[in-house]
């Protein structure tokens, strides 16, 4: 079991990581901003398993 700092950690890189996520989300559907599309999708799957296994860090800390 993790310490109440470590959760807490994991807490805020959940937050972080989903601030992450919508910025990237929204920067893929902007059609304003040429940017490399393929890039951003690639960014958002990666932060999406990211968030995945930084919620089963925290779904095993509370086991």
Do not use: G, P, W
């Amino acid at each position: 079991m993790l310490d109440k700092a470590r959760i807490e950690n994991l807490y805020a890189r959940l937050e972080n990581l989903k601030i992450k996520i919508e910025f990237y989300s929204l920067l893929l559907h902007s059609d304003k901003i040429s940017t490399d599309k393929q890039k951003a999708q690639e960014i958002i799957d990666a932060l999406l398993d990211e968030f995945t296994d930084t919620q089963r860090k925290l779904a095993a800390a509370k086991v």
